[in-house]
């Protein structure tokens, strides 16, 4: 089929982002193809089958639908064209279109007639569903797929929700057992968190800052383990350990401690300032990117332990001697030894390296403080304030002045 490359990139997008997507024949669709753990978990109360094969025989070609249930879940689906007469349908869902707190999943259980013993296993359930919103890139990639199938930027969108009625309770209480299915849910639980932290410690490890778009569909209010009865101290012991684990993981990066002990006392200044749930899933979604950022930015991993120790001492201190005779004296080194390895790893000679970070940390201080020229200029290790101005004109092309005023317009 023309279109059968567009539609595997997309289905293995939305699997990275724990999105289920399913290809399947109207007459063959069953429980299983729609949510397999919806079926598994919460059994065949919710009569899922039948509602979805109702709908299934109203859907016409050019048409995108979505649609929500009364679990507030959302479903996306749409006819494939036919290939050799076959009718197929793209179903992708469950999702959220916004996470559900801890109040929303309880006035849900009362809806669905759930007792208070068997919540858990709703809240446990929902852990698992992939929050995307209305802008989200997915949503763009999924439309962006319809133009491509259907050959026209205009086609239908109708989104409907489902009103049929339920029995009494969707997961059946005397099914479980006091311990044994205790056991199970804090098991399942447990490993869908060690699952998530580990793909972002391992992301972190590798600076791949990328991969946000995938912990933000996948993190809710409710991934936080809950330890305590409070439910904003639960979230900062959480964003504590997650603060650790994301530390370590950059120093594993190749990250040096001189430049993660700022960062990681400043998060945690941040956390104990948390005052909700949502402004700790926030912090984490920082707490990624930050350290993402310092493996891509400070990794000295990949270097010999020669550049990696010069690197340090230039980064440590911008106001120090930073010449080469000195840098190399340090080491007990030549100088032409480390002129030579230094521009062979990094690709610049070492005063090229030191003048880009005296410059790049010029440019933060005029921006950020109301220090004056000469002062910035002795932060960064230059005397003379009439060669600093010069050096820092031929590399942003704006004297100091220029520069700092250019940045209050």
């Not at 309880?106 to 669905?112: D, R, S, V």
């Not at 080469?324 to 007990?332: D, E, I, K, T, V």
């Amino acid at each position: 089929m023309f279109y059968e490359k567009e539609l595997e990139f997309l289905c293995e997008t939305l699997s990275k982002c724990r999105v289920q997507a399913s290809i399947v024949s109207p007459n063959e669709m069953t429980n299983e193809d729609i949510d397999r753990k919806l079926n598994g978990e919460l059994n065949d109360h919710f009569g899922v089958n039948r509602a979805w094969h109702r709908l299934i025989e109203t859907v016409e070609p050019n048409t995108l639908y979505k649609t929500a249930d009364e679990f507030k879940l959302r479903y996306i689906y749409l006819m494939l064209p036919e290939v050799r007469d076959q009718q197929r349908i793209l179903f992708i869902g469950p999702y959220l279109s916004s996470p559900l707190s801890s109040r929303d999943l309880l006035e849900l259980g009362e809806k669905l007639k759930i007792s208070p013993k068997s919540q858990r296993y709703l809240e446990e359930y929902y852990l698992t569903i992939p929050v995307i919103t209305d802008g989200d890139r997915l949503i763009i990639m999924i439309d962006t797929l319809c133009e491509r199938i259907w050959g026209s930027t205009s086609f239908t969108v109708f989104d409907s929700s489902r009103t049929y009625k339920h029995p009494e309770s969707p997961i059946n209480e005397s099914a479980h057992t006091e311990s044994y299915d205790d056991v199970l849910v804090n098991m399942k639980a447990m490993e869908k968190r060690y699952e998530f932290e580990n793909e972002m410690i391992k992301a972190v490890t590798l600076g791949q800052i990328h991969k946000e778009s995938m912990f933000n569909v996948s993190m809710s209010d409710n991934m936080f383990e809950k330890r305590v009865s409070d439910p904003v101290r639960n979230a900062k012991n959480y964003g504590i350990i997650m603060n650790t684990l994301l530390r370590k993981a950059a120093e594993n990066g190749g990250v040096h401690p001189i430049y993660l002990d700022r960062v990681s006392s400043d998060f945690a200044f941040k956390i104990e300032r948390i005052e909700s749930l949502s402004d700790n899933a926030a912090l984490m979604k920082d707490m990624f990117r930050t350290y993402c950022r310092l493996v891509r930015k400070h990794s000295i991993k990949k270097y010999s332990p020669v550049v990696q120790k010069t690197i340090l001492m230039i980064d440590t201190d911008l106001s120090a001697d930073l010449s080469l005779s000195a840098l190399a004296a340090h080491q007990g080194i030549s100088l032409g030894y480390l002129s030579t390895v230094f521009k062979k790893e990094t690709g610049k000679t070492v005063s090229e390296y030191v003048r880009e970070k005296r410059i790049k940390h010029a440019i933060h201080l005029l921006s950020t403080t109301h220090l004056q020229v000469q002062t910035v200029a002795l932060h960064c290790g230059i005397m003379d304030v009439q060669y600093f101005s010069k050096i820092f004109k031929k590399q942003t092309g704006k004297t100091p002045k220029e520069y700092r005023e250019s940045m209050r317009i």
